[in-house]
């Protein structure tokens, strides 16, 4: 059995020899993902998808308790529409995919296949929105979306992916940047509760913002690797977009006005992330929230009269508590086998039972992030499981809590900027001038880009760490996917 453990633990690459590697290695095995036919577009497998779908689920109903409805836009959005709008087409331009045809015919008017929905959502915005008493618009849509990438990689970047953009209209401009703001609250907190994983919020530089944006605000995750992750994405369009498409209301006053809307989301990336932050070298870690399966129970002697039986009464008093739970009863495979595999799959919780543990009115839980094994009474099992789950999030957002602030780190002056950046790897704290010239140079320099300005500042000294003229703003740097 160790031989046979050991073998099927090989398959994956170590993190340390070749991180990327490991990735790969770790989403295929785990059956999340497969590739397809067609370059950079992923499958995502039923196991890859029960996360999207739990994800999907924790994340709407807090978008419903904020007062967002959903909705669906059309896939295809008229070249004119795109066009509308010089500063949005621009920075869309390089990924756009084209329809020229509908069956042998050539259209009269290419479509592009949307790679965001500002405009489609504006134009229709611009009809249904007429007097004061229409806002404020609270929409989200989940959908999929097309960028044509160069270099892809499953999760992280595809050419197709999923997400969710929400888009809002309001009556002023101070009413957008709360709505901006508070859905940039949700993606923390979501990230933090649901994913385990703690994130760095702020405001992304003029350069890195979102295209036809008044403003954008960035959550930003680092992975194992020394790189940061962005994990979603609020923007205050302002009146940008409204001015564009006519979007105007009449309001209490009997004044014309244009609307201020807001966009932001999140999307597949974050499965990608996850991966990437609680990941070790037996597999996938996968926080309780969003595993497909929480708990898995292994009969143990199977063979024996009454084991299978049991296994099959606690996985439906678990089913009945709520517990995302199935019972391991393939004959196939050796129990040896079937630990490295819910391992490598994440599973939070193992609950092995055998003879011996029917007679002492008990399972074997296994931890898959501490591997630790612990004996739990049958009879208050739910609880027992619940509360492990619970314990197991908290586990895990520490570990990646300590993870994060040891890979992130200050820098006085540029020596120690580029160690920080190239040497130890993550993200590096620094006064910057807040100048687009500065901020390319640092790139060209280091391969750092500015993650965001976070909210909390700190005076690190009076200059820019680069260039040495007057600092505007403490900053996050760091490489990133």
Same mark, same amino acid.
């Given at each position: ?53 739990? *994800? ?151 350069? +890195? ?37 006519? *979007? ?22 974050? *499965? ?68 490295? +595999? ?9 609950? +092995? ?85 500065? +901020? ?42």
């Amino acid at each position: 059995m160790a031989k046979e453990e050991k073998r099927f633990v090989a398959h994956i690459t170590p993190r340390d020899q070749d991180f990327s590697q490991w990735y790969t290695d770790v989403i295929l095995k785990a059956d999340m993902v497969d590739y397809s036919d067609v370059k950079g577009c992923m499958v995502i497998k039923p196991y890859g998808y029960g996360i999207w779908e739990n *994800i999907q689920r924790e994340m709407d109903r807090r978008f419903r308790e904020t007062g967002h409805k959903n909705a669906y836009f059309p896939l295809f959005i008229p070249e004119s529409l795109l066009a509308k709008e010089a500063e949005h087409v621009e920075g869309f331009a390089p990924e756009v995919a084209w329809v020229t045809h509908g069956g042998n015919e050539k259209l009269q008017e290419r479509l592009v296949v949307r790679p965001t929905s500002e405009t489609i959502i504006c134009s229709m915005y611009a009809k249904w929105i007429q007097s004061h008493r229409d806002l404020p618009v609270l929409i989200n849509q989940w959908c999929n979306v097309v960028r044509w990438e160069k270099s892809t990689r499953p999760f992280l970047r595809t050419s197709e992916f999923l997400w969710q953009e929400g888009h809002t209209a309001h009556a002023d401009y101070e009413e957008a940047q709360e709505e901006t703001i508070k859905m940039l609250g949700v993606y923390e907190e979501f990230a933090r509760n649901v994913l385990a994983i703690p994130v760095v919020t702020g405001k992304k530089s003029e350069k +890195e913002k979102f295209a036809g944006a008044k403003a954008t605000y960035t959550m930003e995750a680092m992975m194992q690797d020394g790189k940061a992750l962005q994990m979603g994405t609020s923007h205050n369009l302002g009146e940008h977009f409204a001015r564009v498409f006519d *979007i105007q209301y009449l309001d209490k006053d009997g004044k014309l006005k244009y609307v201020n809307q807001t966009s932001w989301g999140t999307s597949t990336r974050m *499965i990608g992330g996850l991966v990437m932050v609680h990941g070790d070298e037996r597999g996938l870690l996968l926080p309780p929230k969003v595993a497909p399966i929480q708990a898995v129970v292994l009969p143990i002697a199977m063979h024996k009269e009454g084991v299978l039986e049991k296994a099959k009464e606690i996985c439906n008093t678990l089913g009945k508590a709520g517990v995302r739970v199935e019972v391991d009863d393939r004959e196939t495979q050796t129990a040896g086998w079937k630990f490295n +595999e819910w391992e490598l799959k994440g599973v939070p919780v193992r609950l +092995e039972v055998g003879p011996r543990d029917i007679e002492k009115g008990q399972v074997l839980a296994c931890r898959r992030d501490t591997l630790e094994k612990l004996p739990l009474p049958m009879d208050s099992l739910p609880d027992s499981v619940t509360g492990l789950l619970d314990d197991i999030h908290g586990t895990i957002l520490k570990k990646a809590t300590a993870m994060r602030d040891a890979r992130t780190y200050t820098a006085l002056d540029f020596d120690g900027f580029v160690a920080g950046i190239a040497e130890k790897k993550g993200f590096v704290k620094a006064m910057w001038c807040g100048e687009r010239a500065c +901020e390319d140079a640092i790139k060209d320099k280091t391969g750092a880009t500015t993650r965001c300005i976070p909210f909390e500042q700190e005076k690190l000294g009076d200059v820019c760490v680069h260039c040495g003229k007057p600092a505007g703003a403490m900053a996050y740097f760091a490489r990133a996917y």
